[in-house]
């Protein structure tokens, strides 16, 4: 079984900074890709940003400025740093694992998703 657990959401102005943070845990072998998604009310939830467990990153292009993904590969987790937020940012925020349970099967990769974290941005 594995938990992700976001945290960091909340309210904030226009202009302002947050960070979010999720962790992973739970029996598993590797982590190749952490990442998260955004859905706001009345859309489909899309990409934000993801990152690999060697560093690679891929962001979405309306945050590709603003925001900056991370890892802590020892802690299973993964930051995500937004500035300069704007109120089309507003959205509930999902973090994304893509996980290998087994060493014996590797290419065998499942996907955990967290409750989600709300972020507001006030204009």
């Known amino acids: 079984q594995v938990q992700v657990v976001e945290s960091g959401g909340g309210l904030v102005q226009a202009g302002g900074s947050l960070r979010l943070s999720c962790a992973a845990s739970?029996?598993?072998?590797?982590?190749?890709?952490m990442g998260w998604y955004r859905q706001a009310p009345g859309k489909q939830r899309e990409l934000v940003a993801h990152?690999?467990?060697?560093?690679?990153?891929n962001y979405a292009d309306s945050v590709k400025v603003r925001f900056t993904i991370s890892r802590d590969n020892a802690k299973n987790t993964v930051y995500l740093q937004m500035s300069s937020l704007e109120p089309g940012d507003t959205a509930v925020y999902y973090c994304?694992?893509?996980?290998?349970?087994?060493?014996?099967?590797?290419?065998?990769?499942?996907?955990?998703w967290g409750q989600g974290t709300q972020v507001t941005v006030s204009s």
């Open positions: 990152i690999t467990s060697g560093g690679n990153t």
């Open positions: 739970g029996s598993f072998f590797a982590i190749p890709l």
């Open positions: 994304y694992t893509q996980v290998v349970l087994s060493a014996t099967a590797t290419n065998l990769k499942y996907q955990y």
